[in-house]
């Protein structure tokens, strides 16, 4: 009986060795992210718990400082917002170069545009030059919520990004501790 050897070229040993090391490498970078995304599942649910406790609080403290307040025969005057939500409602018909270069530094290039803007000194100087063109309010947490998950866009690497997952979101704002659009 003649024992026959077949002979395998080197390439295709070097390659077989070169697929199964990059698939158990890839079988440990899917454990780790399962593993990954357990723990940060976790953190956000405690996370979520914690601001809506913070939340019911907040509203059970203003609702005693007006209660408060009636019984002492004054008025509960609520704290400026800190967040502003601006919508442009006007096109680019007779528009005079200031006002223009105000609303390319809102970010307001298109009409029905809108975004969200803290509130201070400059924002409300050039808010008041742009009113004929815009309105503006401040929202409240439910309002901003459902435009975040909504329509909510983000910046990264100098490209605008839908945030459809948290994962996006940990990405670009992790640095701060900021892991999901909660």
Not at 74 to 92: C, M, N, S, T, W
Not at 106 to 133: C, D, S
Request: aromatic share 8%.
């Amino acid at each position: 009986m003649v024992e026959s050897k077949v002979v395998v070229p080197e390439s295709v040993l070097k390659k077989r060795k070169r697929e199964e090391e990059w698939a158990l490498e890839k079988k440990q970078n899917v454990e780790a992210a399962k593993k990954k995304n357990a723990e940060n599942r976790k953190l956000i649910f405690k996370r979520a718990e914690q601001y809506s406790k913070e939340y019911a609080e907040k509203e059970k403290e203003l609702i005693s400082l007006k209660r408060e307040a009636k019984l002492k025969g004054g008025f509960y005057v609520d704290p400026e917002a800190k967040l502003l939500f601006i919508i442009r409602i006007r096109g680019i018909n007779a528009i005079d170069p200031k006002t223009k270069k105000i609303l390319q530094l809102l970010r307001l290039r298109q009409i029905f545009n809108g975004v969200f803007l803290k509130v201070n000194k400059a924002t409300m100087n050039m808010l008041r030059r742009v009113e004929p063109y815009v309105t503006y309010g401040f929202p409240n947490l439910k309002s901003v919520k459902e435009l975040i998950y909504k329509r909510g866009y983000g910046k990264l690497n100098h490209q605008r990004i839908a945030l459809t997952d948290n994962s996006i979101v940990e990405q670009a704002l992790g640095k701060h501790g900021i892991i999901c659009t909660e």
